[in-house]
């Protein structure tokens, strides 16, 4: 079973319409990420937790929101969906104290018409 | 601000050695990586090197730094087709919550040929 896992795969929306997008996790890591990846730009942080109670923005938050309803969930959203917003988003996981070695679920994309 | 820079295309035979290169801006980096994405994958650590090594050998992968003119390599000896992957390097970045957070290139994409 996969450690790092996101649901769903794959999501078609209309602008406007609000979605979440969820990740869990089974390897007991405390921290928790949210990732867009666009065509020619990389991957770039919408948010990061450290734990439940301790969630911070990343590069591009604006327009997402995030809740961490358990150590092993992180769940991102998008309040009001726009066209811009289509990208493959990825969570990752980390452990605190190493050298930032993050684990990726296998990625959610997801496309505003 | 930070930034890393990759070339976006390799092509090699299979058996020829690739070597895949990044620069990138932040001096202060503590660590520098290299993942993998396979198609349809999340990104996986290949191999990372501290800041204060020049070079990390690990099987058929070779990662030489050179922060003088903070450039990063990655050689993979013997390419094999399930070589093919996109590659990212990344640096550690703080922020100013003190979080050391990634910053990735644009990946290289490798296409090893038989």
């Known amino acids: 079973d996969a450690d790092v896992t996101q649901t769903p795969r794959n999501r078609i929306t209309k602008t406007g319409k609000r979605i979440m997008l969820e990740c869990s996790q089974t390897k007991g890591h405390d921290r928790m990420y949210w990732y867009r990846q666009d065509p020619g730009l990389g991957l770039r942080l919408i948010y990061y937790?450290?734990?439940?109670?301790?969630?911070n923005k990343g590069e591009i938050s604006d327009g997402y929101s995030v809740s961490r309803q358990a150590q092993a969930k992180f769940s991102l959203s998008l309040e009001s969906a726009i066209p811009n917003q289509t990208a493959l988003y990825f969570c990752?996981?980390?452990?605190?104290?190493?050298?930032?070695?993050?684990?990726f679920g296998p990625g959610t994309r997801l496309t505003v018409l | 601000g930070e930034d890393v820079e990759q070339s976006l295309f390799l092509s090699v035979r299979e058996g020829d050695s690739s070597v895949i290169n990044c620069t990138y801006t932040d001096s202060s980096s503590t660590y520098l990586y290299w993942y993998k994405q396979e198609p349809g994958a999340g990104l996986q650590l290949l191999t990372y090197i501290f800041s204060n090594m020049d070079m990390k050998q690990d099987q058929r992968l070779t990662v030489l730094l050179n922060k003088k003119d903070k450039h990063l390599s990655l050689r993979i000896a013997d390419t094999q087709t399930g070589d093919s992957a996109i590659y990212f390097c990344?640096?550690?970045?703080?922020?100013?919550?003190?979080?050391?957070?990634?910053?990735f290139g644009t990946g290289t994409r490798l296409l090893v040929s038989p």
């Open positions: 937790s450290f734990d439940v109670k301790d969630i």
């Open positions: 990752a996981t980390s452990e605190s104290g190493r050298y930032n070695e993050q684990f």
């Open positions: 990344a640096e550690s970045a703080p922020m100013n919550t003190g979080f050391q957070k990634l910053v």
